[in-house]
């Protein structure tokens, strides 16, 4: 069984900056992409960033240039750096892996959800 656990979400003012965290723990064989996604009061749960194994990232339009995804492949962690932070980045975000616990067959793995509401 594969766990992730998300930290750091929290309130912040307009402009400021938070760091999130995921870390996978469990009977796990290897972990391709890492990211995180996020779902906002009534609307439906959309992709922010992801970073593959090697480390190349990907980024929704939305937060290109304000936010910077980091992983450890070492710990099995995934991070995410948020800057500038506007009222519209309020919502729960999600940590998600592409997990393997079985040789040559991956399944994603969702973290539980952490809370980051922005004030204007």
């Known amino acids: 069984q594969v766990q992730l656990a998300e930290s750091g979400g929290g309130l912040v003012q307009a402009g400021g900056s938070l760091r999130l965290s995921c870390a996978a723990s469990?009977?796990?064989?290897?972990?391709?992409?890492m990211g995180w996604y996020r779902q906002a009061p009534g609307k439906q749960r959309e992709f922010v960033a992801r970073?593959?194994?090697?480390?190349?990232?990907l980024y929704a339009d939305s937060v290109k240039g304000r936010f910077t995804v980091s992983r450890d492949n070492v710990k099995n962690t995934v991070s995410l750096q948020m800057n500038s932070l506007k009222p519209e980045d309020t919502a729960v975000y999600y940590c998600?892996?592409?997990?393997?616990?079985?040789?040559?067959?991956?399944?994603?793995?969702w973290g539980q959800g952490t809370q980051v509401a922005v004030s204007s």
């Open positions: 998600n892996m592409a997990v393997s616990i079985t040789p040559g067959q991956y399944f994603g793995a």
């Open positions: 970073v593959t194994t090697g480390g190349n990232p």
């Open positions: 469990g009977s796990i064989l290897a972990i391709n992409s």
